[in-house]
């Protein structure tokens, strides 16, 4: 399995900005598509913003136009920067990895999550 470590989550008042981010290691697949997934208190899990390996990028309708997801120069590296919080975008926010093999199929790996707590 590859490993996810993620990081940047804390506290921040209404209306200010973190930035999260991710590196993976380990994986023996290739990389088609990373990710931020969130979940709040009490809610199930859900897509908050991914990319994929040719830049196509997706985000919840939630966070449009407050959250851009990024990569970084290296293939393993994920970015979400995150202005105009909000209290209801308190979560964990968990990375994840999809890759491709050839043989096995795609798989998705998922990290241990961030807290991002934003107060009012």
């Known amino acids: 399995q590859v490993q996810l470590v993620e990081s940047g989550g804390g506290l921040v008042q209404a209306g200010g900005s973190l930035r999260l981010s991710c590196a993976a290691s380990?994986?023996?697949?290739?990389?088609?598509?990373m990710g931020w997934y969130r979940q709040a208190p009490g809610k199930q899990r859900e897509l908050t913003a991914t990319?994929?390996?040719?830049?196509?990028?997706n985000y919840a309708d939630s966070v449009k136009g407050r959250f851009t997801i990024s990569r970084g120069n290296a293939e393993n590296t994920v970015y979400l920067q995150m202005n105009s919080l909000k209290p209801e975008d308190t979560a964990v926010y968990y990375c994840t990895v999809d890759g491709k093999d050839s043989v096995l199929g795609y798989d998705r790996s998922w990290g241990r999550g961030t807290q991002v707590t934003v107060s009012s």
């Open positions: 380990g994986s023996r697949f290739r990389i088609v598509a």
């Open positions: 990319i994929t390996d040719d830049g196509s990028t």
